[in-house]
């Protein structure tokens, strides 16, 4: 049992070190808000979804 109990460790280090997360929140009861969330939730890759369009974003304005 010690084996999992390092890699949970590693992993947790891992993302400690390595992983950055973003908290974006939607008010359901705000219009666009509830669009927006809508149509993020019909996405089946979330992340992929949100990294494309900032990578969109970036080459528009050259950076």
């Known amino acids: 049992m010690k084996d999992k109990a390092d890699k949970?460790?590693?992993d947790i280090q891992y993302a400690k070190d390595?992983?950055?997360r973003?908290?974006?929140p939607f008010n359901k009861?705000?219009?666009?808000d509830a669009r927006m969330l809508e149509h993020l939730n019909k996405k089946s890759n979330?992340?992929?979804y949100i990294k494309d369009l900032i990578?969109?974003?970036m080459t528009k304005t050259g950076k």
Request: glycine share 0%; proline share 5%.
């Open 46 to 48: 979330v992340t992929r």
């Open 29 to 32: 009861q705000v219009p666009e």
């Open 22 to 24: 973003k908290f974006i």
């Open 55 to 57: 990578s969109e974003d």
């Open 8 to 10: 949970k460790a590693y």
């Open 18 to 20: 390595n992983v950055v």
